[in-house]
């Protein structure tokens, strides 16, 4: 499903998954979306995380008030910036344009919107 990085986005997703039993787990795109989802799955009687598991993206400060508190994969907004900038002087310094991926590490931030791992 496709959104557009907004809460109302994962709403609309949410609404559309909440009535599909066999989905058991939803990664959003960013948390912003992941809330629109939350509250979607609340009220058509959906269970997180007993019924979907949900995990965000971005793990705003806001992250862990929702309910059930988000998991979500931490990025280093800083970093991000820091790196960008230092990419545009570089480029400014020597006059080429420099192309390819720069991956800033990330973290999986648990909190209580995913359920534990079936034990073995």
């Given at each position: 499903?496709?959104?557009d990085w907004s809460a109302e986005s994962g709403y609309r997703a949410g609404r559309e998954l909440a009535?599909?039993?066999d989905c058991t787990a939803v990664f959003a795109a960013n948390d912003q979306m992941a809330l629109g989802?939350?509250?979607a799955l609340?009220?058509?009687g959906r269970k997180v995380p007993e019924d979907v598991s949900v995990i965000g993206f971005d793990d705003i400060p806001e992250a862990g008030s929702f309910?059930?508190?988000l998991t979500t994969v931490h990025q280093d907004f800083a970093?991000?910036?820091r790196r960008c900038v230092e990419?545009?002087?570089r480029q400014m310094r020597h006059d080429t344009t420099e192309h390819g991926t720069t991956l800033v590490p990330t973290r999986l931030v648990v909190r209580d919107s995913?359920?534990?791992p079936p034990s073995r």
């Amino acid at each position: 499903m496709r959104g557009d990085w907004s809460a109302e986005s994962g709403y609309r997703a949410g609404r559309e998954l909440a009535s599909r039993e066999d989905c058991t787990a939803v990664f959003a795109a960013n948390d912003q979306m992941a809330l629109g989802l939350l509250r979607a799955l609340h009220e058509r009687g959906r269970k997180v995380p007993e019924d979907v598991s949900v995990i965000g993206f971005d793990d705003i400060p806001e992250a862990g008030s929702f309910l059930p508190p988000l998991t979500t994969v931490h990025q280093d907004f800083a970093e991000v910036g820091r790196r960008c900038v230092e990419g545009v002087l570089r480029q400014m310094r020597h006059d080429t344009t420099e192309h390819g991926t720069t991956l800033v590490p990330t973290r999986l931030v648990v909190r209580d919107s995913t359920a534990p791992p079936p034990s073995r």
